[in-house]
């Protein structure tokens, strides 16, 4: 049951919607802004923004979301395709004026990219450390050489602050569950890694990582490239 995308399509639609709720492993549940999802430039952090100009190429918007990314990135005559898994995402993308919109898996896409751009801690998709470190050794198929990986993430060990961390996980590996209108979707995995884990995982895999941005409020941007 596509929760989110019942939520999407009706602030999209009428311009309101009911309080989207995100249930979580790790404390109360949290509102969901739906207007976060159709920012502009002008409303975009200047982290999201650094992302969108460092894209060359031919691009690829992993979670795209109702493709604001991907427009801004049109807007630049990139030649951007976006991908999420999402039907009504995908549907919004499309009125919305994205060119190359797909309703699509990562893990069954095939193509060759330039850059491929996470946002909006789209890396978190992944689930999982092992998540993390099977999607960086997979997602290598998906880049020409020379090619960039981009996405953002964040050190969540603030959470814990008054807390012991998790004994049988990483403590950034939490799960997430959206409720909409009384309707409540699946739960899934969702991973925040911090900044040291995230350089050692990519070294292990064979990428080179630069650490491109930080807001000093424990989110980042990242940058990998392949090692020759």
């Not at 951007?80 to 004026?97: F, H, L, W, Y």
Request: aromatic share 12%; glycine share 8%; charged share 25%.
């Amino acid at each position: 049951m596509d929760v989110f995308g019942k939520a999407l399509t009706d602030i999209y639609n009428t311009g309101e919607a009911d309080v989207l709720w995100l249930n979580n492993s790790y404390g109360e549940p949290e509102e969901m802004p739906l207007e976060f999802f159709f920012r502009d430039d002008e409303e975009m952090p200047v982290l999201e923004l650094q992302a969108l100009h460092m894209c060359e190429g031919k691009v690829l918007d992993i979670g795209a979301g109702v493709g604001s990314h991907a427009l801004l990135l049109q807007a630049f005559n990139i030649d951007v395709t976006a991908i999420d898994v999402s039907e009504a995402a995908v549907n919004i993308m499309k009125d919305r004026g994205v060119k190359k919109a797909l309703l699509q898996d990562i893990y069954t896409l095939e193509g060759k990219f330039d850059t491929i751009i996470m946002l909006m801690n789209g890396i978190g998709l992944t689930g999982t450390l092992p998540g993390f470190k099977d999607f960086l050794l997979k997602i290598k198929q998906l880049l020409n050489p020379n090619g960039q990986l981009i996405f953002d993430s964040s050190d969540i060990a603030y959470l814990y602050e008054d807390l012991p961390k998790p004994q049988n996980q990483y403590y950034g590996e939490v799960s997430y569950q959206y409720e909409y209108k009384g309707e409540k979707g699946n739960w899934f995995n969702w991973i925040y890694i911090d900044e040291r884990t995230i350089k050692s995982i990519a070294e292990e895999t064979g990428w080179n990582c630069e650490l491109v941005f930080d807001d000093g409020e424990d989110q980042y941007l990242v940058r990998l490239t392949q090692k020759d």
